[in-house]
């Protein structure tokens, strides 16, 4: 007993105390296992930014060898979105029901089975098929990944763990951008298939590391399984009266009664999925509703805004502004990668410290300044086609270049990392999957209908298009999406229910006060620093 005293007089007492410099490192090993849990989990988003970016570069070799049409490499492009609907649908009720470990165990074993077909794929039937079940993993991945992660995570460092399904995308991008480089000198039957082929490697390790991970201690929670959920907060937790803390919160948001201390605890059946939808969409109450206008929205404008034109037919717009070489077209698609792939982990070290709302408008209005100015150049190339204009070249250069730097530094890991925090625990699993779902059919639409739309409007017009959504995209985060950092995952319903834009405008030094109060009292952190 005098031990547990000296041990919680010297958690309370820290600022008058040497103590706390004994518990950082307990904090490192903390912090530590959550990011190998987070890692793991985000690994699957590796194999679905590599179907996304190796087609970028293969279509050019498929439609050369297969003689397909330019509305069949949109379908080929684009479906995939479509096809990821199967799985973001099922993936809130998969992984209600086998658990986020064993649902990304299943999201790599599609992935497997969807890069061999592509890979042996004989005509463009038979790629179509592969595209198909690649899709259903891409949907599973995109629900799953940032669910896992924002569940294992203490809140001192969610926002940074959250948006590693992000980073990883981008990883897998930029990859699969190297892929169309390093095969593109293979015969021309050979090129395209191996780039896509060689994606079910990494989905064999990834299906089996991911089985030494621990399972969400939410999803623990919601089977009755207290005693399990309990270790694995200890060991995810920054503190054991954080983990405590974080057990009370789940258990009173799966209605749990507070006084149930077994290991194993009966769990009423809607804890499970029932009536979820019902309450989403037939009776939420105010919170809930702005909840799911919230994560719709976001998820909405994220594809819209024209990201998916950028990163699938960047080889295009290049040759629109004036490259002609394939090589350097491939190379300045590379440079795209990289850059995302660059300015994506530097916002993971800001979005805990900056916050999201600050990081997203921010991203935003340079998206906007970046797609006026590809629109201007390209329509300075395409109005003037006698003339080799150098300066409009490299204008759209820098601006795709500058786009993808703003996009990932805010608009592309916010959107996961917000949308995986702001349900609450009962509704989570579903909503998230409703808001990757209104992602993907955005994102299909997008994709598929780009080489239609700058046929029809021109290809600068489209990019003022996508200049005109991002603009209404800004003045929806403005007025309608809160700040969340800080906040605890069962904080989340209260602060949407009280959020108001115009008060928080007005009163934003005493917002920041109050929200870093906030941020001590949710993350249990007892010791004050300078």
């Given at each position: 007993m005098a031990g547990a005293k000296a041990g919680q007089d010297a958690t309370y007492g820290a600022s008058e105390n040497p103590i706390p410099a004994f518990e950082s490192p307990e904090k490192r090993r903390t912090k530590k296992y959550a990011l190998c849990c987070a890692t793991l989990a985000s690994m699957c988003s590796v194999l679905l930014g590599y179907d996304i970016g190796v087609m970028t570069?293969?279509?050019?070799?498929?439609?050369?060898?297969?003689?397909?049409?330019?509305?069949?490499?949109?379908?080929?492009?684009?479906?995939?979105?479509?096809?990821?609907?199967?799985?973001?649908?099922?993936?809130?009720?998969?992984?209600?029901?086998i658990g986020r470990r064993y649902t990304i165990v299943f999201a790599a074993v599609i992935f497997f089975v969807?890069?061999?077909?592509?890979?042996?794929?004989l005509n463009y039937a038979f790629l179509m098929v592969g595209r198909f079940v690649a899709g259903i993993g891409v949907g599973y991945a995109l629900m799953i990944a940032p669910v896992y992660t924002a569940e294992v995570s203490p809140a001192s460092c969610r926002g940074f763990l959250t948006s590693f399904p992000e980073v990883f995308i981008n990883v897998g991008i930029l990859l699969g951008y190297v892929s169309n480089f390093a095969f593109s000198r293979l015969p021309l039957h050979l090129g395209w298939?191996?780039?896509?082929?060689?994606?079910?490697?990494?989905?064999?390790?990834?299906?089996?590391?991911v089985l030494t991970m621990p399972e969400s201690p939410r999803w623990l929670v919601m089977q009755g399984r207290l005693g399990d959920a309990k270790r694995v907060l200890d060991k995810t937790s920054d503190s054991l009266e954080e983990a405590r803390l974080r057990?009370?919160?789940?258990?009173?948001?799966?209605?749990?009664?507070?006084?149930?201390?077994?290991?194993?605890v009966a769990v009423p059946k809607q804890s499970h999925g029932e009536g979820v939808w019902r309450e989403i969409f037939?009776?939420?109450?105010?919170?809930?509703r702005r909840v799911v206008i919230a994560a719709v929205g976001i998820h909405f404008f994220q594809p819209a805004t024209g990201n998916g034109a950028v990163v699938l037919y960047s080889p295009r717009i290049f040759e629109k502004a004036g490259i002609?070489?394939?090589?350097?077209?491939?190379?300045?698609?590379?440079?795209?990668?990289?850059?995302?792939?660059?300015?994506?982990?530097?916002?993971?070290?800001?979005?805990?410290?900056?916050?999201?709302?600050?990081?997203?408008?921010?991203s935003v209005g340079g998206m906007i300044i970046s797609l006026a100015c590809i629109g201007f150049g390209l329509?300075?190339?395409?109005?003037?086609?006698?003339?080799?204009?150098?300066?409009?070249?490299?204008?759209?250069?820098?601006?795709?270049?500058?786009?993808?730097?703003?996009?990932?530094i805010g608009m592309g890991p916010v959107t996961w990392v917000y949308c995986s925090e702001i349900f609450p625990l009962r509704l989570r699993a579903q909503g998230s999957s409703i808001a990757v779902a209104v992602n993907l059919v955005t994102a299909g639409v997008t994709n598929m209908s780009f080489i239609s739309l700058y046929k029809a409007i021109t290809i600068g017009g489209s990019f003022f298009l996508f200049a005109g959504i991002s603009t209404m995209a800004w003045a929806f985060f403005f007025t309608f999406l809160p700040e969340t950092r800080g906040k605890t995952l069962e904080e989340m319903e209260g602060l949407f229910g009280k959020f108001n834009w115009r008060a928080s405008f007005k009163n934003k030094g005493n917002s920041k006060g109050k929200q870093a109060t906030a941020t001590t009292i949710g993350d249990v952190q007892f010791v004050t620093s300078g």
């Open positions: 570069g293969a279509a050019l070799y498929i439609k050369e060898n297969l003689n397909i049409s330019d509305t069949q490499v949109e379908l080929l492009i684009g479906t995939l979105s479509l096809y990821s609907l199967i799985g973001s649908a099922a993936a809130g009720r998969t992984s209600d029901w969807g890069a061999l077909l592509m890979g042996f794929a298939r191996l780039m896509l082929g060689i994606g079910a490697i990494p989905s064999v390790f990834l299906g089996v590391c057990l009370a919160d789940i258990k009173e948001a799966a209605r749990i009664p507070a006084e149930c201390t077994d290991d194993i037939l009776h939420p109450t105010p919170a809930v002609t070489s394939k090589n350097k077209k491939l190379l300045a698609t590379v440079a795209v990668g990289f850059v995302k792939t660059i300015f994506i982990l530097i916002s993971t070290f800001f979005v805990d410290k900056v916050g999201r709302r600050v990081l997203l408008l921010s329509t300075m190339v395409e109005t003037h086609p006698d003339e080799k204009m150098v300066w409009a070249m490299v204008l759209c250069v820098t601006m795709v270049l500058a786009y993808v730097a703003f996009y990932a």
